[in-house]
């Protein structure tokens, strides 16, 4: 059988327990997922950084692609995301700015100034001439429908959502607490390397998450993702 794959086309800005879902999944079958370079598109060379683009891009950034349901996760469950691999297939956008550490960061943290564009090949990002460092791509967000309402995908809570955490990559596992029947996963937000948080950003890419999900029982104490 032909692997199912959810396309960028389908990207949300929330997580939302009122979003149709875009397919089912059964449990333990390999999907692919089209997650959405985290500023769109919009800087694809330093010379289109402007701040009306940097707005625009602000304004669809996080996107991620779903809900996906996954055949027998049922409220009160949970479920078991498996990620296979993240392949990167855009370069790496970062933007920056005059940060200082003599101002909070807070008045400073969304005062970008210019945006860079770095190759990645044959897992590396190439930076200069002079620095290369390996890729390591990972998951930004992933998360199931909240329990109530929605949620703007770049917070995060019980139901998961941006993580960033750089151990969500090819060969975790990931548990979520289920909130609706079909759990309703979201991807997107990859990275094509990251520290261990991201005091700055790192290169956003856009890539194919392949991934596999399974309904399993909650543990009483679990309240969080795992």
Known sequence: LRMQRFLERD?????????????TVEPGEVFEVESVEGYSGYFRSPADFTPETYAQAEAHKWAVVGPIAVAGAERGGAVAVKIHDVEIVTPGV?????????????AW???????DVYPVEGGYVRFDEHTSLPTRPLIGCLAVMPADGAVHAKLQGRYGGNLDCRE???????????????????????????????????????????????????????????
Do not use: Q
Not at 94 to 106: C, F, I, N, R
């Open 11 to 23: 990207a949300k800005y929330a997580y939302n327990p009122e979003h149709a879902t875009i397919g």
């Open 109 to 115: 943290w969304d005062d970008e100034t210019g945006a």
């Open 168 to 226: 969500l990559r090819a060969g975790a596992t990931m548990i979520l607490p289920v909130e609706h029947e079909g759990a309703g996963l979201y991807f997107g937000d990859c990275k094509a390397l990251m520290g261990d948080s991201e005091i700055v950003g790192p290169p956003e890419v856009g890539a194919v998450v392949t991934a596999s999900a399974t309904p399993v029982p909650r543990p009483r104490s679990m309240e969080w993702p795992r």
């Open 94 to 106: 970062v933007t920056y700015g005059g940060y200082s550490p003599a101002v909070d960061p807070l």
